[in-house]
């Protein structure tokens, strides 16, 4: 039986919770940092100062020129595959391994190259109008890998990039299909969609009632990357009739290869403990290296990697 795999995080500040964001190196000013309270939303880290249960104030410094500052009442940022999971099913083994590999589309250089020789089936997220999107979709494609959909969706606070793909509260039925059907017209063999930050709209029922309709209309899974504690990803899916998955834990929330490493175990253990476990992380040179160096060592232990859509037909819907 699966378990609610929580993080909370409660810092009251001013009668509410001040969540700070950077794409690049944050520091805290803590002489009781907990390691374990270092995580990414939508692609970006936040540190909070953290060494119990107890809620505390938050301090941080940002080397970021535009950190992104979302305010919300309280803060639990969990991940959940449904506590009453069980796995029964004969397509995988009991201790699968999901990594899912967010924010491909920037580049096209030796990290690409070296994610596209994994010897793994792993699900690789691009995110829709950069540079380099259609063709890594169609790379992943050819080379075995699975292909996701990293839907832009927006934040709670200002977010830079992609803003003719974004998907907003604010918009109405048509606009969200045209954004939809324009990133497919991208991914033509994407198989799922996950959400590229999205604080705001995973939050929003109406909005995320429209993305599952459209999703069940395709024939597409949702991977909920859980970076809200409102989000309403998955009783959005369920009710539509969309298999959907949550994420577990992510992988390189701090860019670091040996922390990377231990996330890496920690996901086997997941996946050991209640029959498979999803991890997410990002196309960063440590996050390459850490899976080239555990992909053997976890196989040699026994686990199976396997693509999400192996598994998101056990999550009871």
């Known amino acids: 039986m699966r378990v609610l795999i929580n993080l909370t995080i409660m810092v009251f500040i001013s009668g509410g919770v001040e969540v700070a964001y950077a794409l690049e190196s944050c520091s805290v000013k803590s002489d009781q940092m907990d390691r374990s309270l270092v995580r990414y939303v939508g692609g970006m880290r936040y540190q909070l100062k953290s060494s ?3 809620a505390s104030e938050v301090s941080y410094d940002c080397v970021r020129e535009s950190s992104v500052t979302e305010s ?3 803060s639990i940022l969990y991940s959940s595959n449904i506590e009453e999971n ?3 099913s004969g397509i995988v083994k009991p201790d699968a391994i999901v990594v899912v590999i967010d924010d491909f ?8 190259e070296g994610f596209l020789n994994l010897d793994a089936s792993l699900s690789y997220a691009v995110i829709p109008g950069n540079q380099f999107s259609s063709s890594t979709g169609s790379l992943i494609h050819d080379n075995g890998y699975e292909l996701i959909i990293h839907m832009p969706m927006q934040a709670v606070g200002s977010a830079p990039g992609e803003v003719d793909f974004r998907l907003l509260t604010t918009m109405n039925k048509e606009n969200i299909y045209s954004r939809i059907h324009s990133a497919l017209v991208q991914f033509p063999t994407a198989v799922g969609m996950n959400n590229h930050q999205g604080s ?12 599952a ?4 209309r395709q024939n597409l899974y949702f991977l909920d990357s859980v970076t809200s504690a409102h989000t309403v990803g998955a009783e959005s899916m369920r009710a539509a009739g969309v298999p959907v998955v949550e994420r577990d834990l992510f992988l390189d929330s701090v860019d ?4 990377v490493n231990e996330q890496l175990d920690r996901l086997a253990y997941l996946s050991r403990q209640h029959g498979y476990a999803v991890g997410i992380g990002h196309v960063r040179a440590n996050t390459l290296l850490a899976l080239q160096q555990s992909i053997p060592r976890l196989k040699q232990a026994g686990h199976e990697f396997v693509f999400v859509s192996e598994v998101v037909n056990l999550v009871p819907q």
């Open 213 to 216: 309709s459209e999703l069940r």
């Open 52 to 54: 119990s249960n107890k």
């Open 86 to 88: 069980i796995v029964v």
């Open 105 to 112: 589309g920037y580049r096209n250089d030796w990290v690409l």
């Open 72 to 74: 919300v009442a309280t």
């Open 256 to 259: 670091d290869l040996n922390y």
């Open 200 to 211: 705001a709209f995973t939050a929003h029922p109406y909005s995320m009632s429209i993305v």
